[in-house]
């Protein structure tokens, strides 16, 4: 049972480059203030591993936004992750190609677009929604918006640990460099750029557990009667 109450349709925005624990932060913060968390990286990390699968170029927008279309129809999404035609592909989902891929894909505007009214109808009914444009494009109405990050190390350390966790060999110095350069395109990009939007409270996780990012938050949404205590 969750030990807070989230006000009616609450939408919480937490966005933040790769590696900034979003992901976790926004699983337990749903877990205690009982709402859906919706991650929707995993959107674009589906799109780009179906493109890898099907062999779409990265760079073909119109072919990207045409397979996402076809895609909408067999998709299944849910706390624990996300299916396609009837199979979960969550797993295959972390990979650094398909991150890399996904990256790719979600600087294109078509791909973007197709998504978007999709993410939006589903957080209307109140959710925990991350990514990296979340407070800026999707969700620009939130009424409780953080940016969560950490150095540039520490996100590297984390998902170095993630990838050996899952079994894949890497080397650290690899996984760092990748990772800035994933921050400069997804910075970079022309449409729907990683932001922190200017309403967002930002909270930098290097030093802190999650249970401690997690508190700050809850803290934060209890001040601004956006929850309230179960019992």
């Known amino acids: 049972m969750s030990e ?58 119109a072919a990207l936004a045409e397979m996402v279309g076809d895609m909408l129809t067999g998709l299944s999404w849910s706390s624990d992750g996300i299916g396609y035609d009837g199979e979960d592909w969550t797993p295959r989902l972390r990979t650094e190609a398909v991150g890399a891929a996904a990256s790719t894909v979600a600087a294109k505007p078509l791909v973007r677009e ?63 460099l990748d990772l800035k350069k994933r921050d400069q395109r997804d910075r970079e990009r022309q449409h729907a750029p990683l932001a922190q939007a200017s309403d967002a409270i930002s909270i930098d996780s290097t030093t802190l557990r999650v249970d401690e990012v997690v508190d700050r938050m809850l803290g934060i949404l209890e001040r601004r009667q956006l929850i309230k205590p179960s019992a």
């Not at 976790?24 to 493109?51: F, M, N, Q, S, W």
């Open 114 to 176: 197709r998504l978007l009214s999709l993410q939006q109808q589903l957080a209307q009914a109140g959710c925990i929604m991350d990514g990296r444009d979340i407070g800026t494009v999707v969700l620009p109405d939130a009424p409780a918006k953080f940016f969560l990050t950490a150095s540039v190390r520490e996100r590297a350390r984390r998902r170095w640990s993630q990838l050996k966790q899952m079994g894949h060999r890497g080397d650290l110095d690899e996984v760092l």
């Open 4 to 61: 807070w109450i989230a006000a009616a349709g609450l939408m919480v925005a937490i966005d933040g480059p790769s590696g900034s624990g979003k992901g976790t932060v926004a699983k337990l913060l749903a877990e205690e203030i009982g709402l859906p968390v919706l991650d929707t990286g995993l959107l674009y990390r589906l799109t780009g591993a179906v493109a890898l699968e099907r062999g779409v170029e990265l760079d073909n927008e």
